[in-house]
């Protein structure tokens, strides 16, 4: 059974800093990239960012480069989003994926962790 489980959301004010875990069982981790999505209330599933299954890239929106890291350790099955200068506008619930290199479509999804960013 495949189980993605984000933890580490919460409420920070802006300029803040939080870091987003997800915890990877069930799948062999290190062969997939790993992508990180967020919604906001009433709002469309936005790409955050995507890191390879080696760790030596990492794509990121535009709304969010230079303000997120992805990181990963394949030995501990986790991926991390380290988000700084928090803005209210990132508010909104972050879950991670899993994807095989080169494909688009993500085959796993976590249930997300709620950030909100107080102004």
Known sequence: ???LVESGGGLVQAGGSLRLSCAVSGLVFK?????WFRQ????????????????????????VKGRFTISRDNAKNTVYLQMNSLKPEDTAVYSCAAVLQGSAKYDYWGQ????????
């Not at 062969?31 to 992508?35: A, K, Q, Y």
């Not at 469309?44 to 030596?56: H, K, L, P, T, Y």
């Not at 997300?112 to 102004?119: D, R």
């Open 40 to 63: 906001a209330p009433g709002k469309e599933r936005e790409f955050v960012g995507r890191i390879s299954r080696s760790g030596g890239n990492t794509y990121y929106a535009d709304s």
């Open 1 to 3: 059974q495949v189980q």
């Open 31 to 35: 062969v997939f990239d790993m992508g």
């Open 112 to 119: 997300g962790t709620q950030v909100t960013v107080s102004s």
